[in-house]
Nanobody
Framework: QVQLAESGGGLVQAGGSLRLSCTASGRTFSSSAMGWFRQAPGKEREFVARIAWNGGNTMYADSVKGRFTISISRDNAKNTVYLQMNSLRPEDTAVYYC????????????WGQGTLVTVSS
């Protein structure tokens, strides 16, 4: 079973940037589409972005597309997927998670601990 470890979150002022990382164990990472999700306080977890196994295709949720600069990427040699977020707003405050995906749906119920992003106004 793939184990996921997210990192890179922190406290940032509005307008700032963060780069999140998710490192996966197991041999299936390089053949799996990966996605980022987030869960804000009191809300359900929502899809943010996904990237194909070879990095050739990306997709972003309507809630983030065009609202702040966001980019998902991956390095299969390091079993790591990244989420670069710029121009952050307080409403982006959430715990961010990664998972294997099919479309915008997570494939595993085994989530990592997530990484907390807090955006202050």
């Amino acid at each position: 079973q793939v184990q996921l470890a997210e990192s890179g979150g922190g406290l940032v002022q509005a307008g700032g940037s963060l780069r999140l990382s998710c490192t996966a164990s197991g041999r299936t990472f390089s053949s799996s589409a990966m996605g980022w999700f987030r869960q804000a306080p009191g809300k359900e977890r929502e899809f943010v972005a996904r990237i194909a196994w070879n990095g050739g295709n990306t997709m972003y949720a309507d809630s983030v597309k065009g609202r702040f600069t966001i980019s998902i990427s991956r390095d299969n040699a390091k079993n790591t997927v990244y989420l670069q977020m710029n121009s952050l707003r307080p409403e982006d405050t959430a715990v961010y998670y990664c998972n294997r995906v099919s479309g915008a749906q997570a494939l595993s119920d085994a989530w990592g601990q997530g990484t907390l992003v807090t955006v202050s106004s």
